[in-house]
C-alpha cells in the first residue's frame, strides 16, 4: 500500500499543468481574500461564516480542482478484455485497452492493478480494498493522443489466489 500511495502521490505532483495551477492558485486566492475579509468584517456571525468558508476552502480547494481537472483534461478509461490466470506458471494475465478520453494527449501512463479479496459485505471489501492483496504499477510508455485508444497486457507473477477482484486505474501524464 506505500508504493501505491507513494506512487499516487508522484503523480500528483507529476501531472500539474499550468491549467492545474492557475486554477489552484485561484482557489487559494479567494480562500486568503475570505480570510482576510473574516479578520475585517465587525458582525461576529458573518466574520465566523467567512472565516469557516475560507478555511473549507483553503483545505478543500485544492484537492477538490485536482480533481475535477483531473477528469476533465486527463480523463483516461480502461477496459478490461480479458483475464486469467495461468494453470501451470501460477502467473496472472490481464489484458484491456486504455481510452484518452481527456482533452490532453498523454505522454505515458501509468497503470495501477490493485487485486483485492471479494466479499458480499461492502465495509469488509472496502476494508479489503484498503489492504489489496497485490499492487502492481505498470508504466506504459507509449504516447496515446485524444480520443485514441491503445492495448495493454499486465503479468503478475507468482499468483496463487483463484477468488480475487481486480481494479485497473490509469494514471496519465500530458
Known amino acids: 500500500m506505500a ?5 499516487y502521490l508522484s503523480y ?17 486566492f479567494l480562500a486568503f481574500l475570505l480570510l482576510i475579509l473574516a479578520a475585517v468584517v465587525k458582525r461576529r456571525t ?4 467567512l ?8 483545505f478543500l480547494g485544492p484537492p477538490v480542482v485536482k480533481g475535477v481537472m ?4 486527463r480523463a483516461a478509461e480502461v477496459r478490461l478484455t480479458q483475464t486469467k490466470v495461468l494453470q501451470y506458471s501460477r502467473s496472472l494475465v490481464v489484458e484491456g485497452e486504455i481510452r484518452n478520453s481527456g482533452k490532453l494527449d498523454f505522454t505515458h501512463c501509468d497503470l495501477a492493478l490493485v487485486i483485492y479479496r471479494p466479499s458480499s459485505n461492502l465495509l469488509k471489501e472496502a476494508a479489503a480494498y484498503l489492504k489489496p492483496l ?8 507509449i504516447p496515446i493522443d485524444a480520443k485514441e485508444s491503445k492495448p ?3 503479468i503478475v507473477d507468482h499468483f496463487s489466489t483463484h477468488d480475487f477482484n481486480l481494479t485497473v486505474q490509469p494514471r496519465c501524464y500530458p
Open 3 to 7: 508504493e501505491f500511495l507513494r506512487s
Open 12 to 28: 500528483t505532483f507529476q501531472s500539474l499543468t499550468k491549467y492545474d495551477y492557475m486554477a489552484i492558485g485561484w482557489i487559494l
Open 51 to 58: 472565516l469557516l468558508f475560507g478555511l473549507l476552502l483553503l
Open 152 to 154: 495493454f497486457r499486465i
Open 134 to 141: 497485490a499492487v502492481r504499477i505498470v508504466p506504459l510508455e
Open 70 to 73: 483531473d477528469r476533465y483534461l
Open 46 to 49: 458573518l466574520s465566523y461564516t
